[in-house]
């Protein structure tokens, strides 16, 4: 099984820079997603890292450390409408290629 | 771009009743999957498919079922609806198996269990 923990609620400033943690435990590692989830709207992509490292796009960033079983998404010059969910989904190998979310960090951006 | 596409937005059954939630997508992809999203709870996996005709069990599939007669179409059928069923049902496909292939999901469905 998998056990994903991120943050559930996180505040910031808009202009400011903001660190969403996620940890993970899995065998099989295959990758690990970020996607930004707006109130009332799907889920859409923003990152995806499998090898250790920062991915850079943007105004968002990515890391991982597949030793520490850890990432971030590292949000830059915060606005207002980066306000939503992030979801950090492990995909790992189960038989088949599957994602596996955690539960998803709340992050409200304020003036 | 992908477009993937559930056929309601909000349902309102009654406990007991057999329900269909329908998914389309346009772009020829390999892998599809159901998750319903709860709050606190997160995205939670009930079956995915990776082929027609092919299903497998995600990490709640009691209550549900589905199929995929076609590779653009997957549907989660609900045999006897309960309440504690009443969430949020987001449909999302992806290419093929290989590293890095992202999900694209629907806007989801709201369905209440009443």
């Known amino acids: 099984g998998q056990n994903i923990d991120q943050p559930t609620e996180m505040t910031a400033t808009e202009g400011a820079i903001v660190q969403i943690n996620c940890t993970y435990q899995?065998?099989?590692?295959?990758?690990l997603f970020w996607y930004q989830q707006h109130a009332g709207e799907a889920p859409t992509f923003l990152s995806y890292n499998v090898l250790d490292g920062l991915e850079e796009k943007g105004r968002f960033s990515s890391f991982l450390s597949r030793s520490k079983g850890y990432s971030y998404l590292l949000l830059k010059e915060l606005q207002m409408k980066d306000s939503a969910s992030y979801l950090c989904?492990?995909?790992?190998?189960?038989?088949?290629?599957?994602?596996?979310f955690g539960r998803g960090t709340s992050l409200i951006v304020h003036p | 771009d992908v477009k993937v596409t559930q056929s309601s937005r909000y349902l309102v059954k009654r406990t007991g009743e057999k329900v269909f939630l329908e998914c389309v997508q346009d772009?020829?992809?390999?892998?599809m999957f159901w998750y319903r999203q709860d709050p606190g709870l997160g995205l939670r996996l009930i079956y995915f498919s990776y082929d027609v005709k092919m299903k497998e069990k995600g990490d709640i599939p009691e209550g549900y079922s589905v199929s995929r007669e076609k590779k653009e179409r997957f549907s989660l059928i609900l045999e006897s609806a309960s309440t504690n069923q009443t969430s949020m049902y987001l449909c999302?496909?992806?290419?093929?198996?290989?590293?890095?292939?992202?999900?694209?999901f629907g806007s989801g469905t709201q369905l209440s269990v009443l």
């Open positions: 899995t065998s099989g590692f295959n990758g």
């Open positions: 989904a492990v995909r790992d190998f189960r038989g088949s290629y599957i994602p596996t």
């Open positions: 772009m020829d992809h390999e892998n």
């Open positions: 999302a496909s992806s290419l093929e198996q290989g590293a890095g292939e992202k999900l694209f």
